[in-house]
């Protein structure tokens, strides 16, 4: 089965500066998509950003960007100049796509890390 | 225009009630589901549905049951709620091969 593990709990950064946000997980599939989530206090949960594993290019959506490290299964997300809204909680999720044996779609989250963007 | 709505988004209910959150998708995805966010934040899959037809129910009590009267639409029907019930309920919608799930806002169900 497969987990996902994001160790820091709770990170702070100051406005403007740069963050990066942990996380690892476990497989035995070769083919599967990782994804942050971002939950502010509104509770609404947004994508933030993708990264398909067949992809040896990190992925970058503006502001924020991946390091994919497929053999040491680590993807972390670096925020760079950070901003007062980018204060939430951030999930990392796996899932194996639809399609192959097993596949099933499920997002499997990681505990969360709670981020405070500091003015 | 809203994407993913769920309705309502505050519940709150006694112990023994029956209680149905609604949701409803306008992206045009074919495939919904239904994460239970815990009090410690964390996420967990229920149920997913593809064109009608479950495909993914985790282990669930049997008092809830999802209902797809058609591919727009996921509703969770809860039966003789406990207090263990009270979390935040996540409907989201994917479509087909580009995989990401987009997320309702959430109903946050009280039970007491």
């Known amino acids: 089965a497969q987990t996902v593990t994001q160790s820091q709990p709770e990170m702070s950064v100051q406005e403007a500066e740069t963050v990066t946000l942990s996380c690892t997980y476990d497989?035995?599939?070769?083919?599967?998509?990782l994804f942050w989530y971002k939950q502010p206090p509104s509770r609404q949960m947004i994508l933030v950003i993708r990264?398909?594993?067949?992809?040896?290019q990190n992925a970058t959506e503006n502001r924020f960007s991946v390091n994919f490290q497929k053999a040491a299964k680590s993807f972390s997300l670096k925020i760079s100049d950070s901003q007062l809204g980018d204060t939430a909680m951030y999930f990392c999720?796996?899932?194996?796509?639809?399609?192959?044996?097993?596949?099933?779609?499920?997002?499997?989250f990681g505990t969360g890390t709670l981020l405070a963007v500091q003015p | 225009d809203t994407a993913v709505s769920q309705t309502p988004k505050y519940l709150v209910t006694q112990m023994g009630n029956d209680k149905s959150i609604k949701c409803e998708q306008n992206?045009?995805?074919?495939?919904m589901y239904w994460y239970k966010q815990d009090s410690k934040k964390f996420l967990k899959i229920m149920f997913s549905?593809?064109?009608?037809?479950?495909?993914i129910n985790e282990t669930v009590p049997n008092r809830f049951s999802p209902k797809s009267p058609d591919k727009a639409h996921l509703n969770l029907h809860i039966n003789s709620l406990e207090l263990g019930d009270s979390a935040v309920y996540f409907c989201?919608?994917?479509?087909?091969?580009?995989?990401?799930?987009?997320f309702g806002p959430g109903t946050r169900l009280t039970v007491t």
């Open positions: 999720a796996f899932m194996k796509p639809r399609g192959g044996r097993g596949a099933t779609n499920k997002l499997i």
């Open positions: 990264q398909e594993a067949y992809k040896q």
């Open positions: 992206l045009g995805h074919d495939t």
């Open positions: 497989t035995s599939e070769n083919n599967y998509y």
């Open positions: 989201a919608s994917s479509q087909g091969l580009r995989n990401e799930q987009y």
């Open positions: 549905y593809n064109n009608k037809e479950l495909i």
